[in-house]
């Protein structure tokens, strides 16, 4: 199975910037859609962003629309989450996914592989 590695998490201040990595260990990850997710404390974990296989096809939720961006380097195994305008409410581990299927998707089901996650702080 696919290892995911997620990399770029920190503590920044309200209004600031992140970028966040995934790497993955089987280069089969640029056959397939993948997605970032987030965790706060005592929430449960909720979608952030997804991209098709392509990278042509994405998906955000309503609260990060218009400040976060996600993208994939398929040469590199990589994909990547640009976060700006953070706020507070952005604070969370972030978890790097992939599903077996080159389509994209938004929900946790849909997906088959998952990164240890990083943490986010975002102080106000």
């Known amino acids: 199975q696919v290892q995911l590695v997620e990399s770029g998490g920190g503590l920044v201040q309200a209004g600031g910037s992140l970028r966040l990595s995934c790497a993955a260990s089987?280069?089969?990850?640029?056959?397939?859609?993948t997605g970032w997710f987030r965790q706060a404390p005592g929430k449960e974990r909720e979608f952030v962003a997804a991209?098709?296989?392509?990278?042509?096809?994405?998906r955000y939720a309503d609260s990060v629309k218009g400040r976060f961006s996600i993208s994939r380097d398929n040469a590199k195994n990589m994909q990547y989450l640009q976060m700006n305008s953070l706020k507070p409410e952005d604070t969370a581990v972030y978890y790097c996914?992939?599903?077996?299927?080159?389509?994209?998707?938004?929900?946790?089901?849909?997906?088959?592989?998952w990164g240890q996650g990083t943490q986010v702080t975002v102080s106000s």
């Open positions: 991209i098709s296989w392509s990278g042509v096809i994405t």
């Open positions: 996914a992939m599903r077996q299927n080159p389509d994209v998707a938004t929900g946790q089901a849909d997906f088959d592989s």
């Open positions: 089987e280069h089969t990850f640029t056959l397939y859609a």
